[in-house]
Nanobody, 111 residues
């Protein structure tokens, strides 16, 4: 069983930046792909980015060029660096590892 804890969300103005963290415990971390997802009010959860065990990264078109995903296996943590934030990035952000989910962290982009 794996436990995931997301952190780093907050309130930011358009054009600002945030770095989200997803910390894992309870399972070998290095062998797993990790994904970031988000869910805005009234909308389904959507995939944002993912990083494989060998650090291959992929991004949704809506965040490509603005977001960057990385991992620190020694810390069992995956990061999502979010730059040039837009109001439409407002959502609760979740990380996923082998179908386990954290509680999410709220990101609000507003002027």
């Amino acid at each position: 069983q794996v436990q995931l804890v997301e952190s780093g969300g907050g309130l930011v103005q358009p054009g600002g930046s945030l770095r989200l963290s997803c910390s894992a415990s309870g399972r070998i971390f290095t062998a797993y792909d990790v994904g970031w997802y988000r869910q805005a009010p009234g909308k389904p959860r959507e995939w944002v980015a993912s990083i494989t065990a060998i650090r291959t990264t992929n991004y949704a078109d809506s965040v490509k060029g603005r977001f960057s995903i990385s991992r620190d296996n020694a810390k069992k943590t995956v990061y999502l660096q979010m730059n040039s934030l837009k109001s439409e990035d407002t959502a609760v952000y979740y990380c996923d590892l082998d179908a386990s989910w954290g509680q999410g962290t709220q990101v609000t982009v507003t002027s």
